[in-house]
């Protein structure tokens, strides 16, 4: 929770929708992405935490942010959404014992443990998050 409450929203409001490059994301389009995958991998976690035994197919993550309606929301809605599904995250991830999370999830072409899909679920947010800081942030000084 600290890397989403240390983001600084006056300065993702400046770079509102610019991106580094052609066909590059927004800041928007990041956060809506964190939010969806972590949503993804949950339902995963939970469909091998429950050993329900469905193996979940892979996602477009293209497709699914041009069909996002990120840009069009406020940075703070997306920082508060990004936060309660990470409190969300937490709990369910809180709620599992040891042999849940020792348990191991095969799904699209992947398999690891539940313990490691949480670990990725930060990850992938710690590398979006690395990716603003390198080369969104720096649009901030430039009109």
Known sequence: MKQIDDLDIQQLKRIG???Y??????????????????????YRTVIF???????PEGHEQE????????????IEQLIDELRIVRLSTKAMFDSY?????????KFYKYEMSVLA??????G???HHFDIIKERYIPLDNQN
């Open 17 to 19: 929708l610019k991106s």
């Open 97 to 105: 014992n040891r042999q849940i999370l020792e348990s191991n999830c």
């Open 124 to 126: 992938h947010q710690l």
């Open 21 to 42: 490059a052609d066909g590059k994301w927004s800041v928007n389009k990041i956060i809506q992405h964190l939010i969806d995958w972590e949503r993804i991998w949950c």
């Open 63 to 74: 497709i699914m942010a041009d069909n996002s309606n990120a840009d069009e929301l406020s």
């Open 49 to 55: 935490a429950r050993k329900e035994g469905t193996i």
């Open 117 to 122: 899909m949480g670990f990725n679920i930060i």
